[in-house]
């Protein structure tokens, strides 16, 4: 089946840091992925749509500025958290849809997700 | 928001069917029903998902009512290892469209 793979798994970095988190559809094309946040107890919070070789759409209240989103390739799309701070300390996670015509209801895969911790 | 509607939380004793309810009474002709689960510290992961006829794959079963209004998850031998929250999810027809979570119902499956 589909396989997303998301890199680190954990993150533990010092406030003012910037730290890159990489989402990879290993085995299959994705036109769009997606970045959710997830606080302890919580559910998945929608962050960003990644569209390939353009911007990424942010939700409301989502600094695009402080979450920098880049998807250069049909399998990659990379998430910067730009001078962390403890409120972004958080689990983040990924997600890819296949890229076919006709798959518009194929489900969304999800990474294992980055735990990042900010000191 | 989620346009979706699930109890908080069941137990279910190992061995036994899990029946998990999903209330989604204002479902649009073109929404699919999906159903994910999230064991602690994962991303979610899917499970299964129909428009309007049941379904069943090696995971689970998914009964939809016939005005769509409602669906049930059924896992048919419940183990410890489907302990998880487990989300009922209704998406619109559309590639870019993303999946929005709601708070989903936590499963206890207990030995």
């Known amino acids: 089946g589909a396989v997303v793979s998301q890199h680190p798994s954990r993150v533990i970095c010092k406030s003012g840091t910037s730290v890159k988190i990489e989402c990879r559809s290993l085995d299959f094309q994705a036109t769009t992925m997606f970045w959710y946040r997830q606080f302890p107890k919580q559910s998945l919070m929608l962050m960003a749509t990644?569209?390939?070789?353009?911007?990424?759409?942010?939700e409301q209240g989502v600094e695009k500025d402080k979450f920098l989103i880049n998807h250069a390739s049909l399998t990659l799309s990379t998430l910067t958290v730009t001078s962390a701070h403890p409120e972004d300390s958080s689990f983040y996670i990924c997600?890819?849809?296949?890229?076919?015509?006709?798959?518009?209801?194929?489900?969304?895969?999800f990474g294992d997700g980055t735990r990042l911790s900010i000191l | 928001d989620a346009k979706t509607t699930q109890p908080p939380s069941m137990d279910c004793a190992e061995g036994r069917a899990a029946n998990l309810p999903c209330n989604h009474s204002?479902?649009?002709?073109?929404?699919?029903v999906y159903w994910y689960r999230q064991i602690h510290s994962q991303g979610p992961q899917y499970i299964i998902h129909?428009?309007?006829n049941n379904e069943t794959n090696e995971m689970a079963s998914l009964i939809i009512t016939e005005d769509r209004k409602s669906s049930t998850l059924i896992l048919p031998h419940a183990t410890l290892r489907d302990t998880a929250v487990y989300y009922c999810i209704v998406r619109v027809n559309s590639g870019n469209t993303p999946l929005v979570f709601g708070k989903g119902t936590r499963l206890s499956v207990i030995a």
């Open positions: 997600s890819a849809r296949v890229a076919d015509r006709g798959a518009s209801n194929q489900p969304q895969h």
């Open positions: 204002t479902i649009s002709g073109n929404e699919y």
């Open positions: 129909g428009l309007k």
């Open positions: 990644s569209n390939e070789g353009s911007k990424a759409t942010y």
